[in-house]
């Protein structure tokens, strides 16, 4: 079992950045790949990024490529997700999320546990 608390999220303007964290409990987090998805109002949950268990892979969403990376500190049992220039439609609530598999996964069924999400606000 792992549990997922993600932090970091808030209102920021329109180029900005924020730094998103998620602490999980549990020895065998080292185990697992993360991941961060986020969802809009009214919009299924999407993906944005992917990491494996010992960071030797990334994977990200083409709309966040460039702009947004992850990373991982298993010491701490904690993954990161930077997001620079930030833009209105990046609003949303993200999610982190651990995956059974190795690598890195971009479905929401390749994960098994989940956090309770953070709101990311972007203003115009």
């Known amino acids: 079992q792992v549990q997922l608390v993600e932090s970091g999220g808030g209102l920021v303007q329109a180029g900005g950045s924020l730094r998103l964290s998620c602490a999980a409990s549990?020895?065998?987090?080292?185990?697992?790949?993360m991941g961060w998805f986020r969802q809009a109002p009214g919009k299924e949950r999407e993906f944005v990024a992917s990491?494996?268990?010992?960071?030797?892979?990334?994977y990200y969403a083409d709309s966040v490529k460039g702009r947004f990376t992850i990373s991982r500190d298993n010491a701490k049992n904690t993954v990161y997700l930077q997001m620079d220039s930030l833009r209105p439609e990046d609003t949303a609530v993200y999610y982190c999320?651990?995956?059974?598999?190795?690598?890195?996964?971009?479905?929401?069924?390749?994960?098994?546990?989940w956090g309770q999400g953070t709101q990311v606000t972007v203003s115009s």
């Open positions: 999320a651990a995956s059974r598999f190795t690598g890195w996964a971009s479905k929401p069924y390749d994960y098994d546990f």
């Open positions: 549990g020895r065998t987090f080292s185990s697992y790949a």
């Open positions: 990491i494996s268990w010992n960071s030797g892979s990334t």
